[in-house]
């Protein structure tokens, strides 16, 4: 709230906010702090009337908020539930930064009076309703704005901030009002409380949403639940000199553990006022979506790229905004292109945000309260002809966005985007990487290395072996040492045995529904097998293997070693891109097959083997296969990680040193199953394309979606964009895989020749599945000993330098 000396200054302030769009600013002449606090005269009117109700004769009995008789937080269980507020604004994101004919023009009704002239442009634009008007109000207030913003940072944290400020709170008021009754005589809202010193003289006011006459209890209602110092001080004043009234706190998402703390401290110290009388503070927590009304304009709104089949035009050139509805639009590319670039960027607009955000309406978190590291594609629908694709991401949201605030979403919307038309354009014998000392030849495709997704999966293939290595390290881990205790020996040294190890998808869970996929869970896996190669290192024991010693050795390394590397390639952020173009490649396969049921916008790019449109991009565009190779071999050459063995009396140093995304197994999993583990998510699906604030439930997963302005479909929404298919019944095998391959992997005897040719026609796929998961031959045996899913560089090169001990 605003502490201010007077009414009519408060006034004032408040209409230059709205005039120019410069920032809320709090200002005081108090002579002292405030000790006391009473009603401000007339503040306050009907919550009906004020909402759009009728006038209530009275008050109805059910009227009010639950309380829980356990604890000071009532959670109510209900699904999450939308809210609208009116965000016209958001229309002309799309405007780039005024030109010097522009800012001429829009100085130019009240020349020398920046406040009048931005009046002048807003009543014409009322007037005429034109586009054009708004835009030159919009480049005036721009222009009147004294704090030298660039115009897109003023436009998204000025601009826009305060049409929220205005109109969100309003929206979550209203819902409220509406869905627990707060109508008839006993309800107020917009009541005022001033604050005075201990000489009379006013300091301050403290503003509630609603007060109940009868009841006296304040409430205060937050759609982000984010409590604030300043607020919960002042309420603590007025608890002093009202000590007959309440405290309630009413939230649109889950309180976090701080606010907890936060009303559980207000209750404490008003019940220590009041004689240990309990109930004075109460919390409630009812899940909403607060949905923004906004029509996009042609020419003014912005349209992204990202995962629109229209707008890939062959080359590189980006779209520029605003350039019809080519593009998609929606809070997921509103959240990624608002989000600082680097951490510094990031903190800047977190604390700004924070600072101008005096009504609550930042969604959870603020800007910075998405963490785009998880961020992963999770729903594709709408592929009718004509529609585009309409989309939602799945993130976590950050634990401490304040001080460690989420950054760099418009790179990562941009890699998923990116990879997506990689998995389309070329064809799938083509998604493997290969480090291989005997193969430099055979790294990977040529095309698929001119882009970020075949980058990722190569320098993933390295920081797997490097993984590897450190899982391997008696002396970090007890399978490690289990390890090594049970391996053959020869010459008093464990063997370790020539295999190469690469990853490659397990089978993911889907489920396709209305014209769409839900991508629920898409693990990973780290194959390995025995592989006798030419190369090795410098001073490397060899042993002489029998059979029996080498299947003993794999199954040795799977169960003590592998599950860690596993681990890490599945929850390590460093494997988090790798995880991202993985997901993608899961909505690439269901395109493809619907694709090739009925023509969609993506069939001229499916096959089209032209990734130009999508390269390595900032900061990686000078990378190269080659320079991933070398750091390999260097690796190979010189060891990661060095440990002990002692074994026998004596001590021996040691040292360490692909991906095959060509299939992409899947199940799809029953609508009953769907419907009782993944309660609501369709629900959540449809709401992220309108919402910036969908959480999935009342977890702290957040859903973001966009589309094509018009077209698509609306997932679980009313007109899911065609009739509702027959679900697809559950595979009568539950551990095979459905749905044919757009291609079956590579010739296990040709690997791929790196080069762009594709590999020769490959042997029918066991079963005719998307891969053959079972016991028999790894999906990843691509190209011979080279093509695996990039092999972690198709074997670990292992050697030992025997040092000489006391004993010996």
Known sequence: MRFAARFTAAFGLAAAVTVTGLPAVETAHAAGPPVTAKFKPKSGKRCDTRNGLPAASRTPPNSGFPDNPTGTIHKDRALPKNFEFDLPGQAYDGLKAPTAAE??????????????NVAAWKKAADASGKPADRAMEIYARYLANKEGLGFKHWFDKRYIRNQVNNHKGSGFERQLVRDYKLIGPDWLCEVTVELFDANGEKVGERRYDAYNKRTKEFNEFKSNSKLTAKQLAKDRIVAKSMPDHTFRFSGAKKFTKGQVNHIDSLERDVRAMRNGKAGQVRGNQRMYNPVPRTTPIRGYSDHQRWFAPGCQTGGTRLMAAGAGTCGTRGPAN?????????????KRYQADARRLDTRGTLPRGGPGGVDFTTLELRYVGGLEKGKGMTYSMRADQMPDPDDDPGFGGAAKMQLASDALFTWLALTPEKFWVNLNPDQPDKIMDSKFASTDAGRILLDADLDMKHDFAAAINPEKFPGAKRFWDSQPREDGIPCFPDVRLWIEPEVAKV????????????PLKV???????????????????TEAEKRFSETNLRQNVMPEVVKRVNNHPRYADLRRVYTSRVAAEYIRQQDAKKPTDFHKIINSDDVKAWPLRAPNEKWTKQGTYDRYMKSAREGVEWFELKYDGKTFNQGVGGVDFSKQPKRNI????????????????????????????DTDTLYLGAGPAKGGSDPGGDDPGGEDPTPTPTPSDPDKPSDPPSTPSPDPSAPGSGDGKPAPPAAKDPDGDLADTGAGMPVGLIAGIAAALAAVGGTLVWWMRRRTTADE
């Open 511 to 522: 489920r396709e529904e209305k014209g769409g996929i839900y991508i629920l869970d898409t």
């Open 334 to 346: 509103q959240r990624a292109l608002s989000s600082g670039r680097t951490p510094e960027e990031a």
């Open 670 to 697: 029953s609508r009953t199953q769907f419907a009782t583990q993944n309660r609501d998510l369709d629900n959540t699906t449809a709401n992220s394309r309108k919402s910036d604030d969908a959480s999935y439930r």
């Open 103 to 116: 800012k001429s023009k829009a100085l130019s009704k009240v020349p020398g009076d920046p406040e009048k």
């Open 527 to 545: 194959s390995t097998e025995w592989m006798d190669m030419d190369w090795s290192a410098p001073g490397a024991h060899q042993c002489t293997w």
